[in-house]
């Protein structure tokens, strides 16, 4: 993905043109079925280079431009799915990431509400908390975050052991998940990197949290984390983030067994 140079003026044209656009990344349990999606900011630029979200995404929060983007997105994504909802499998859980500001954001459980009184009762709501953010932030929003639980609401915590490996945030926020960061998936077996990721797996578990492996490449990656205790995979071996059509008509088609281009099941391997 190219890196062009953006400004902020030009983000928040691209917003007002709604050329930023949820894709969606496949997440599949441990029989290798899809149980959901996290959605993922692409900014389409009609004959200009694409930029990547590791470009637009700092650069909308300096601008304070992530609480609109993100609220644009949940929009988008509701009116998206909604749409397709009988090819969806059935639970069906919808990510999106949510930076601590947007945590602040005293709407947001209005947003929420918002989203799911688009679906029928079988698609959640999962909401990816950053270990990459402060601490402090993330322990001021701990109330907020169990109000969503009781809700209904899944919380997550995203790129777990990339930040300040925080094993008080385990404690002190409510989490439903913890996605373990790609990093974890690379490390040879009884490297210090798939120690660590057992230890983060069975620290989880026993505080009653699912985990997800992110960035899996391959099956033996896949195989690897399913031994150390993860239950959920998210990863390029399965797909990368696409666009709704590709999605709806390319890879559920083949997840549910219907034909397609199939996302890769563990059991076929
Ligand atoms: P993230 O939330 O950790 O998202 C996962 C990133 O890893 C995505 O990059 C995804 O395309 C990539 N990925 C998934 N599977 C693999 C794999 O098997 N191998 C490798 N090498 N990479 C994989 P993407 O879409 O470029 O997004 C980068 C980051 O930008 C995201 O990391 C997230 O922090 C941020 N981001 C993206 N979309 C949004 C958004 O809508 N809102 C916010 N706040 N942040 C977003
Ligand atoms: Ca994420
Ligand atoms: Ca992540």
């Not at 929060?61 to 992530?66: S, T």
């Not at 709407?107 to 698609?123: G, I, K, M, Y």
């Not at 077996?189 to 009653?208: F, K």
Request: net charge positive; hydrophobic share 45%.
């Amino acid at each position: 993905m190219n890196n062009s140079r953006v400004t902020a003026k030009q983000l928040r044209q691209a917003l007002r043109k709604r050329e930023i656009v949820p894709w969606y990344q496949p997440v599949v349990d441990a029989n290798g079925q899809v149980t959901g999606v996290e959605v993922l900011a692409r900014w389409l630029r009609k004959g200009a280079p694409r930029v990547s979200p590791d470009t637009f995404i700092p650069l909308a929060m300096e601008a304070g431009l992530i609480v609109p983007l993100t609220r644009q997105l949940m929009r988008q994504t509701a009116r998206e799915l909604s749409s397709r909802v009988k090819w969806l499998p059935q639970p069906f859980s919808v990510g999106f990431n949510m930076p601590a500001v947007c945590l602040k954001d005293s709407a947001l459980p209005l947003h929420c509400r918002r989203f799911l009184s688009s679906f029928p009762p079988f698609v959640k709501l999962v909401l990816e908390v950053s270990e990459r953010d402060a601490a402090p932030d993330l322990y001021q929003a701990a109330d907020t975050l169990t109000a969503l639980i009781r809700d209904g609401i899944d919380v997550a915590l995203d790129d777990f052991g990339t930040g300040w490996a925080n094993l008080n945030l385990l404690c002190r926020l409510p989490l439903t998940t913890i996605k373990l960061d790609r990093m974890f998936c690379t490390g040879a077996p009884g490297s210090a990197e798939s120690m660590t990721a057992a230890a983060a797996m069975r620290l989880a578990r026993s505080l009653g949290m699912r985990v997800l492996a992110e960035g899996v490449e391959s099956l033996a990656q896949v195989r690897r984390m399913r031994a150390l205790g993860a239950s959920a995979f998210q990863g390029f071996y399965f797909s990368p983030p696409v666009s709704i059509h590709r999605l709806i008509w390319r890879i559920l088609p083949g997840a549910l067994g219907l034909g397609g281009e199939s996302v890769r099941l563990l059991g076929h391997s």
